[in-house]
């Protein structure tokens, strides 16, 4: 059973278009985000949500918008694709800030924006 | 704000050598610090973990150390082996930030 699963796995779109990333966890943990991992390698982080809240917000363009239903899932919509959202962006789980566990990812959806 | 330097970028190591990877964070209030493993195309995953209140952690050919007063923190991987050949991340973290800080890896050859 896969523990972090994202969907799709890979998402090709042209500029302007919107799309949509879904993300489930099924280890019960209460902490979500979304990083974003550019040509580079760079890991970044974009959003952590604890029990369907959101906590962080690392100024992501409003062109993002996380979406949390319940605490086992993480979306993500991105409105008006540019070229530079071009990236694989990787959803992550942890059981909780307050016990400083590791992330457990899910496989990363690449996206690429023609 | 938080800062995770991370050095070398690339690393060429032969089979049975060690590699020590170098990292530096600039929070002072971060007590967590994993390592992680990419593979190519693939997710990163945990290889190892170290929290402040400990210098060193051994895991089989996989070690940590930690300097909390100078702030630095490194891996250490003795007799590699060519599936060790991957991105490594120090990463660290502070309890109630909610939030994982990564360094910019360390693409790791390992030679047979």
């Known amino acids: 059973d896969t523990a972090v699963s994202q969907t799709p796995k890979y998402l090709v779109t042209q500029m302007g278009n919107d799309k949509s990333i879904k993300c489930e966890q099924n280890?019960?943990?209460?902490?979500m985000y979304w990083y974003k991992q550019d040509s580079k390698k760079f890991l970044k982080i974009m959003f952590s949500?604890?029990?369907?809240?959101?906590?962080i917000n690392e100024t992501v363009p409003n062109r993002f918008s996380p979406k949390s239903p319940d605490k086992a899932h993480l979306n993500l919509h991105i409105n008006s694709l540019e070229l530079g959202d071009s990236a694989v962006y990787f959803c992550?789980?942890?059981?909780?800030?307050?016990?400083?566990?590791?992330?457990?990812f899910g496989n990363g959806t690449r996206l690429t924006v023609t | 704000g938080e800062n995770v330097e991370q050095h070398p970028s690339t690393l060429s190591v032969q089979e049975g050598d060690s590699a020590v990877i170098k990292c530096t964070y600039s929070d002072s209030a971060s007590n967590y610090f994993p390592w992680y493993k990419q593979e190519l195309g693939k997710r990163p995953q945990l290889i190892i973990d170290?929290?402040?209140?400990?210098g060193e952690k051994k895991d089989q050919r996989i070690a940590v150390t930690l300097n909390k007063t100078a702030k630095h923190f490194s891996l250490h991987i003795t007799e590699t082996q060519p599936e060790d050949s991957a991105v490594y991340f120090c990463a660290a973290s502070r309890t109630g930030g909610f939030k994982t800080i990564f360094g910019a890896g360390t693409r790791l050859f390992v030679k047979a």
């Open positions: 280890l019960g943990h209460d902490t």
């Open positions: 170290i929290r402040s209140n400990v």
């Open positions: 992550a789980s942890s059981q909780g800030d307050f016990r400083n566990s590791p992330l457990h």
């Open positions: 949500y604890n029990n369907k809240e959101l906590i």
